[in-house]
């Protein structure tokens, strides 16, 4: 059955913290910390573009496997909203400068924060279909190229982040079966206005972030979702051991475990230092829970909920049962 | 349901369960100034009212009708339920 093997990631050097966002733009103090729950965000250079993190992360993985030289890999995902260019797709990009094959599918895919569990799942998907035993999943989506640095709605919860995750025919975290929504009447609550071809005259790009759109999915959709998803799995919440969320917030996260009846423990964070990273932020509780020297979980669902509006979720197994 | 004590006690109650204790009312309160509510808290309240009161507020609405003062906000709560009625 096809699963993860193994995630690597990248942070950008950079760091933006609350304290200097609190005396610039006047946040309450503990506000940041306490309510959003970040201390603080990584932030791509200035010149670092979404290629350069994806490869980043790729160089990560390599000095895990410096003997593997990857030229067997049969697709090629980059989970990203903020690609290098309009034109080509940045995964093309990102796999000439790591040296992947020229005979396989590689292409990008464009969600924001439920983007890692709709690209796993869709590379799956593909694998199983196209018979491609090794695939590469991308992420690296920087909100600090589109976020203005004086919108207090945005630039205190966002951070930059990329990451890699290496999906093999018998990859030792399965991929079960998942879930998934998306509802185009509330596009406008996570927008990039002035981006592309709806632009109206004289409009300028612009990130805007609708906070109560986003609250009501966690409240709304985020819930049923994922019980349907252990449902299916053929799994009461129970018997997870592991819920890897996405990082909207602290806040958001703590409405949406407290509506799930889910302790602290068995919902892990990282928010706190590195921020909202969209995408990234569920294969960066991924990889910490690989490689924090524990035993694997034996079972965790993952669940992301973002911009479309979309949501995913997916159970990982490492036991025998399927 | 409908009379100004009952919109009132809801609220309160609604209030009462975000800030995790009673806000400390006056005539003329501000929500957000006086019983403590941040910009976040703003979302679930409006969200709260929602559920309670089936009434949804736009955030602009909110503002531009002054409903961050207590009072406004439960006259504007009773006169929904009275046109709804």
């Known amino acids: ?322 | 349901m409908g009379n100004e004590s009952d919109v009132r006690d809801r609220l309160m109650t609604i209030l009462s369960g975000m800030l995790e204790k009673p806000p400390e009312y006056t005539p003329g309160a501000d929500i957000f100034e006086d019983f403590g509510l941040d910009s976040l808290d703003q979302i679930e309240f409006l969200y709260s009212i929602e559920q309670a009161f089936g009434v949804k507020i736009a955030d602009e609405t909110f503002e531009e009708q002054g409903l961050r003062e207590f009072d406004r906000l439960v006259a504007h709560l009773v006169e929904h339920q009275r046109l709804a009625s």
């Not at chain 1, 199983?128 to 203005?148: H, N, Q, W």
């Not at chain 1, 995408?279 to 669902?301: A, E, F």
Request: glycine share 10%; with cysteine.
């Open chain 1, 1 to 322: 059955m096809i699963g993860i093997r193994d995630v690597a990631c990248y942070l950008p050097e950079g760091k933006l913290h609350s304290a200097e966002l609190q005396t610039r733009l006047g946040f309450k103090p503990g506000f940041l910390e306490n309510k959003v729950g970040v201390e603080t965000r990584r932030i791509a250079a200035a010149d670092e573009s979404t290629s350069d993190m994806a490869v980043h992360a790729f160089e990560r993985l390599r000095e895990r496997y410096p003997q593997e030289d990857f030229g067997d890999v049969g697709l090629a995902l980059l989970c990203t909203q903020n690609p290098d260019y309009k034109m080509p797709h940045t995964a093309s990009v990102v796999g000439h400068r790591i040296g992947l094959p020229k005979n396989m599918l590689s292409f990008d895919i464009s969600l924001a924060c439920s983007g890692y569990v709709s690209t796993v799942v869709t590379a799956k998907a593909l694998m199983t279909e196209l018979g491609v035993r090794k695939a590469l999943v991308f992420t690296a989506d920087p909100y600090s190229k589109i976020i203005k640095p004086n919108d207090k709605n945005t630039i205190a919860l966002f951070g930059d982040a990329a990451s890699v995750s290496v999906l093999e025919a018998d990859g030792p975290l399965r991929i079960c079966k998942s879930t998934f929504g998306n509802d185009g009447s509330k596009y406008q609550a996570a927008i990039v206005r002035g981006s592309g071809t709806a632009r109206q005259n004289g409009e300028m790009e612009q990130f805007e972030l609708d906070g109560r759109g986003i609250y009501e999915l966690l409240k709304t959709e985020a819930p049923p979702s994922i019980r349907a998803c252990a449902t299916m799995n053929g799994l009461t919440l129970d018997e997870i051991d592991l819920f890897l969320f996405h990082q909207a917030s602290a806040w958001l996260l703590l409405g949406l475990r407290e509506d799930l009846g889910l302790s602290e423990e068995r919902v892990p964070s990282n928010i706190k230092h590195v921020g909202n990273t969209v995408s990234s932020s569920i294969p960066l509780l991924l990889d910490q829970v690989l490689h924090n020297g524990g035993p694997l979980p034996r079972i965790i669902l993952m669940s992301g909920f973002g911009a479309g509006l979309a949501w995913a979720s997916v159970v990982l197994r490492t036991d025998a049962r399927q």
